[in-house]
């Protein structure tokens, strides 16, 4: 009864689906969280009669032959990179990128991390940091007599100190791209590595052809859409619920069968 294990196949493909949609809900609210999207393909077919094959001595050809699925199996679980919505916080040290790149950011294993999520602080040394503490890159280094910070478009980072009424350049922020941004792989902390995949980073200062701008006072939202999330959420769920009942009918039909005399 190749009915139970196709339907089986198929409440797994769905309850995989569940997990990325859940997924994507619990990070309705993360700054710049990408979501990400299931997807599936058949599997291998039993070829009880192969297409094209000929079906007789003179030659004639099969047109449709007999070809059994055994169900289903889940390709991949991509990320949807497309921009977040922008929400102002006024915060200075806050910053977003319109557009396409990611911030560097230095790992404690010394790796280059990647990040979209521009929630920073400056740490006791005056270094602009993550929220976990990682030191962003370029180095940018605010002076204690600072008194504001301003950061260009461009990611010109100026200062304005006591007493002076100039401001004065103290960085330049760069950010990095890639061919294939679907192709990092997440780490967590809204941080991503570089992989075969994804290619190498290229970097650059904001503005530049293909990348993006630096928005200083502002986060890039989630890309999550509540509304689509739920509405494939109950498709999954009816899909599972019929998966299900393919195999109950599969069962009533192996009962039927056990009582025939």
């Known amino acids: 009864m190749r009915a139970l294990s196709i339907a089986a196949s198929g409440m797994q493909a769905q309850q995989l689906n569940v997990d990325v949609i859940s997924h994507n809900l619990a990070n309705m ?3 710049a969280y990408k ?5 599936f393909q058949d599997m291998l077919y039993q070829n009880m009669e192969r297409p094209g ?3 007789s001595a003179s030659g004639a ?3 449709l032959g007999i070809q059994l699925g055994v169900g289903v199996r889940a390709d991949a679980v991509g990320r949807v990179t497309e921009q977040g919505g922008i929400s102002a916080t006024e915060n200075p040290y806050d910053f977003a990128i319109n557009g396409r790149g990611f911030f560097q950011v230095t790992l404690p294993s010394g790796q280059t ?3 979209r999520a521009g929630n920073f602080a400056v740490n006791a040394d005056g270094t602009l940091v993550t929220a976990d503490g990682y030191q962003v890159e370029p180095s940018i280094t605010v002076p ?3 008194t504001a910070i301003q950061v260009s478009r461009d990611g010109v980072v100026e200062v304005t100190l006591a007493g002076q009424t100039n401001p004065q350049q103290i960085g330049q ?3 990095a791209s890639f061919i294939n941004p679907a192709g990092l792989e997440a780490i967590g902390d809204n941080l991503y590595l570089e992989t075969p995949a994804s290619g190498a980073a290229n970097t650059a200062t904001p503005g530049s052809p293909g990348l993006g701008t630096i928005m200083q006072g502002y986060l890039e939202l989630s890309n999550v859409n ?4 739920i509405s494939a959420l109950i498709v999954a769920q009816r899909a599972y619920e019929m998966n299900a009942r393919v195999i109950t009918a599969a069962d009533e039909m192996l009962q039927a069968t056990s009582q025939l005399r």
Not at 35 to 39: F, G, L, S, T, Y
Not at 226 to 229: K, Q
């Open 29 to 31: 609210n993360t700054t």
């Open 35 to 39: 979501r990400q999207r299931a997807e």
């Open 53 to 55: 094959s000929t079906s």
């Open 61 to 63: 050809i099969v047109p």
């Open 113 to 115: 991390g990647y990040t």
């Open 144 to 146: 204690q007599e600072a």
């Open 173 to 175: 922020l760069e950010i």
């Open 226 to 229: 509540a509304v689509e999330e």
